[in-house]
């Protein structure tokens, strides 16, 4: 009988094709499994892998709504040090203090993970690498630019930042968009394009009209010179473009990036500052910054400074509410401050709100804004954990929301009490075990900042409110996006309130 020579040929091709599929496979299998990275993280405790994949099924099998609930679950299951892999992309996860210490404070593994490169289109190669109230302090204080003077609206900017968060967030766990290539095809890289427009027309706006004010001081100060010394006043000029963008010198952003560990917690606002925005014009001047980096880093700030402070007094008025013996002690704080006054907090005010600072921190630990830190190893790394040895290549995250929680430095450490910040407390923990605003050499720029914030807008709130919440702390619905939310939303109720001394009227 003779074989049709169609149907053979057909065979031979699928047998052909299969052959090669597991020839591939055997040899990804051999060159995953044998990596030396894959080997290192391997040996760390963590969920059984599936062969070449990995744990590439882990964020398929939760959503984002519930990875919180899960990294607790693997925690309590694996300890304070675990590794996964997908492909030959390795992550290791530390919330050890001795651990992160080693991580944090070296100047060696400063670079942050390739997941931030999500934020380039955003926030350029600035430092990081939502409410509207918000960007009109921040525009006001680190840029210097009063609120009349902008076009664009606060609640736009805080929209569009919120929906951007949401599309970065989106591309860290939807592998079919972490690809350049297929994502700029995608209906969400049309999204994303609108939205910048938005953010980064607000940002040109925001160094337009500080360029102004910079501009005219100059020029009012020369005025003086010309006077008293009888010479011509020269041409300035601050808003010129400045060539040859990339060729910054290491130390350009030296006075913005110093290490906040090293300065005195209690000098803040005690003397006339520049406006952030007024140091870099100032660092352009003396030919150490270009436009495109000033650019790049006022859309940085906007975006750390607004979001996260946005989280964290939310989360604070949450947590108030569910304590009304800890929101009576605030509230007798600001009554003892300010007295029966309507009049605007200063910073001698936030000075003496000592007992809401603790209430602020205790927030903080339980739920810090950003949730985790993710670092690109450059060498590899022996911790004092289970005595491991990190890959380098492998991307650490080092994750502060269970460091915080860590029942050998905070005694009960799900429940909300802000008496774990009293000093003798404080000197008796390890220096990493509180990091919400990450440490060492790439710690926030802005913490002191931050906390002074969220002191006036506290305080303003608490002073005329008291905070009703029905839903306890153990109950919130956690979502670390880019930002730690709560998925079920920051539900309170507000009732208005007098100062003990007008409570008679």
């Known amino acids: 009988m003779d074989t049709d020579p169609i149907t053979t040929s057909y065979t031979s091709i699928v047998t052909f094709s299969l052959l090669t599929l597991v020839a591939v496979l055997i040899a990804a299998y051999y060159y995953i499994e044998t990596s030396r990275a894959v080997r290192f993280i391997k040996k760390l405790p963590g969920p059984p892998s599936i062969p070449i994949i990995g744990h590439g099924l882990l964020p398929l099998t939760c959503p984002p709504e519930l990875m919180v609930e899960k990294a607790i679950e693997l925690y309590e299951k694996y300890g304070s040090t675990g590794g996964v892999y997908f492909g030959t992309k390795t992550v290791a996860f530390i919330s050890d203090p001795r651990d992160i210490e080693i991580i944090l404070s070296s100047s060696t593994h400063i670079d942050k993970s390739e997941e931030y490169k999500f934020f380039k289109p955003w926030l ?9 109230v918000t960007v009109d302090i921040l525009t006001e204080t680190a840029m210097g630019v009063r609120k009349e003077r902008r076009q664009k609206t606060g609640f736009e900017y805080a929209m569009a930042v919120m929906k951007l968060s949401d599309i970065i967030h989106r591309r860290h766990y939807d592998i079919s968009l972490r690809l350049d290539m297929f994502f700029k095809y995608s209906k969400l890289a049309k999204v994303q394009e609108k939205l910048l427009n938005i953010v980064h027309t607000l940002t040109e706006h925001v160094i337009k ?42 130390n350009y952003m030296h006075y913005v990036r110093d290490d906040l560990d090293d300065i005195d917690e209690n000098d803040v606002g005690e003397k006339k500052r520049q406006a952030f925005l007024e140091m870099m014009f100032e660092l352009k001047k003396n030919g150490q910054m270009t436009d495109e980096e000033i650019w790049e ?35 007798e704080e600001l009554d003892t401050i300010f007295g029966d006054s309507d009049r605007q907090c200063t910073f001698q005010d936030t000075l003496e709100m000592k007992y809401l600072e603790r209430v602020i921190m205790e927030t903080l630990r339980l739920f810090p804004p950003v949730p985790l830190i993710a670092r690109h190893l450059n060498e590899d790394v022996k911790i004092v954990t289970g005595n491991y040895v990190l890959p380098k290549s492998a991307t650490v995250l080092v994750v502060q929301f269970m460091t915080h929680r860590l029942e050998k430095y905070y005694p009960n450490p799900t429940v909300f009490d802000p008496d774990n910040f009293l000093p003798e407390r404080m000197q008796q923990r390890h220096y990493y075990a509180y990091i919400p605003f990450s440490a060492g050499p790439r710690s926030c720029v802005g913490r002191k900042y931050a906390m002074l914030k969220l002191k006036v807008l506290l305080s303003t709130i608490l002073r005329n409110y008291r905070i009703v919440s029905d839903t306890p702390d153990k109950d919130f619905q956690l979502r670390a996006d880019i930002i730690l939310k709560r998925h079920d939303g920051f539900k309170i109720k507000v009732e208005p309130r007098k100062p003990a001394s007008r409570k008679d009227e």
């Open 124 to 132: 350029g190669d600035g430092l990081l690498i939502t409410k509207a």
């Open 209 to 250: 009209e500080k360029a102004k004010d910079v501009e005219e001081k100059l020029v009012k100060d020369q005025q003086v010179k010309e006077v008293q010394n009888d010479q011509p006043m020269e041409n300035l000029n601050v808003t010129e473009n400045t060539k040859n963008a990339n060729n910054r010198p290491a």
């Open 297 to 331: 880093e006022v859309n940085t700030i906007m975006f750390e400074g607004h979001d996260t402070t946005a989280a964290g007094s939310s989360f604070a008025l949450c947590v108030l509410g569910n304590h009304p013996d800890v929101q009576a002690r605030v509230h």
